[in-house]
């Protein structure tokens, strides 16, 4: 695994459980960690459960111990990085979004349909499909029961710039991360309105803004103390959009990092002919669920609370009622993961779809830019096939 900060913690914690909370078909080793620092390094195998650790990132992938890198990096680095470990016949898990550039992404894509070929997989860590409340909106779309989906709408606000006092990271340069808001939390909701609605899109129109120019300078370990330098910020805080699928549903997204009182704040509504879905992220045991009746006069949602042994993912967590939390999307992310690595088959959402993603941020990044409607590059697809979802991928051992 590369990576020791925010999302390497997490998936380390996935990976070190994976073993034990599931019926895995095949037995996780988390083996080596890459660190910057010596120090760290040391420090973060020994607390986050790794044998070893290296500084060599190069010399990680090429490693013949070693079966599948795991890349919690800044978005810079994925390309190069994901793209060598293919190459050294490596199965490959990456972090959303796949790249910072619809050309990074499209050299990622040939590089994973290439090692394919020879029985090496990527996917792209987009983890909220594995939320058992999306998961089971999924099926239910699948079946019917909202109708023909006429219009959907995404947001996913925060609130930890709300402060211009915080200083800057590496998500709010442009150089390290591609884009803000956008595709920090924006990709998460293109992945999912595609992957629940089963289209691609058609078109785009969008508007970004900067509200933070400049931001404090990251505390260096040679800093002595006294003001920070300031640091421009050249990435979007926040942006709107308007998306259309291939069929004319219309769907609006909103992402923002600038949003007061929105922690981690998800939210998705899908509206059907016959009905509608709405699930919060923090409220991620629940979904509501409407099924439109005329000869019922005030129908309202209905809300479920996706805790059952038969919900999507659940079997083998808890009883009824004892919900999950957010760290769990990526247990489940493992399971199905090692799952189709052990059928020798793509695990999803592949790289293909990664970069489908991608074209959609370049096209609403260019929309922005240029004010005009903009369709997503023809080369991306983002959809994978149509799979049925699996009624119990995990089972406790």
């Known amino acids: 695994m590369l990576g020791t900060a925010f999302m390497g913690r997490v998936h380390a914690r996935a990976w070190r459980e994976a073993n034990h909370v599931t019926r895995l078909p095949l037995e996780v080793v988390c083996e080596l960690i890459v660190s910057r620092s010596t120090n760290h390094g040391s420090e973060a195998a020994r607390q986050l459960g790794f044998r070893r650790f290296s500084e060599d990132w190069k010399a990680a992938v090429a490693d013949p111990g070693i079966d599948l890198v795991d890349i919690c990096l800044p978005g810079d680095l994925h390309a190069e990085v994901a793209i060598a470990a293919l190459e050294h016949g490596k199965h490959v898990l990456c972090e959303k979004p796949l790249a910072n550039s619809l050309d990074e992404a499209a050299a990622m894509e040939r590089a994973a349909t290439t090692a394919a070929a020879r029985g090496a997989f990527a996917m792209v860590g987009f983890n909220y499909r594995r939320?058992?409340?999306?998961?089971?909106?999924?099926?239910?779309?699948?079946?019917?029961?909202?109708?023909?989906?006429?219009?959907?709408?995404?947001?996913?606000?925060?609130?930890?710039?709300?402060?211009?006092?915080?200083?800057?990271?590496?998500?709010?340069?442009?150089?390290?991360?591609?884009?803000?808001?956008?595709?920090?939390?924006?990709?998460?909701?293109?992945?999912?309105?595609?992957?629940?609605?089963?289209?691609?899109?058609?078109?785009?129109?969008?508007?970004?803004?900067?509200?933070?120019?400049?931001?404090?300078?990251?505390?260096?370990?040679?800093?002595?103390?006294?003001?920070?330098?300031?640091?421009?910020?050249?990435?979007?805080?926040?942006?709107?959009?308007i998306l259309v699928l291939q069929s004319g549903t219309l769907v609006t997204v909103e992402a923002s990092r600038v949003a007061p009182g929105h922690k981690n704040d998800l939210s998705l509504e899908v509206t059907g002919d016959n009905g509608a879905l709405r699930f919060n992220l923090e409220r991620l045991n629940e979904l509501e669920m409407l099924e439109f009746d005329p000869a019922r006069a005030g129908t309202g949602f209905t809300r479920l609370l996706v805790t059952e042994p038969s919900d999507p993912y659940v079997h083998g967590w808890w009883p009824p009622g004892h919900v999950l939390g957010w760290e769990h999307a990526f247990n489940h992310e493992i399971a199905d993961l090692v799952a189709a690595l052990a059928e020798n088959r793509q695990p999803e959402p592949s790289f293909s779809s990664g970069l489908g993603t991608q074209a959609v941020l370049a096209a609403l990044d260019t929309s922005s830019q240029e004010m005009r409607w903009v369709a997503p590059d023809p080369r991306a697809s983002l959809l994978d096939p149509v799979a049925s979802l699996p009624n119990h991928p995990t089972q406790q051992q």
């Open 131 to 241: 939320v058992p409340a999306l998961a089971l909106a999924r099926r239910l779309i699948r079946e019917g029961r909202v109708g023909a989906i006429r219009q959907i709408r995404a947001t996913y606000l925060q609130d930890w710039l709300v402060d211009a006092a915080v200083p800057v990271t590496w998500r709010l340069q442009a150089k390290r991360a591609g884009t803000g808001a956008l595709g920090d939390l924006g990709s998460h909701l293109i992945d999912l309105v595609c992957w629940l609605s089963g289209q691609s899109v058609a078109r785009v129109s969008s508007s970004a803004k900067t509200y933070v120019r400049q931001r404090p300078g990251a505390r260096s370990l040679g800093h002595r103390g006294g003001p920070l330098p300031i640091e421009a910020v050249d990435v979007d805080d926040a942006v709107v959009a």
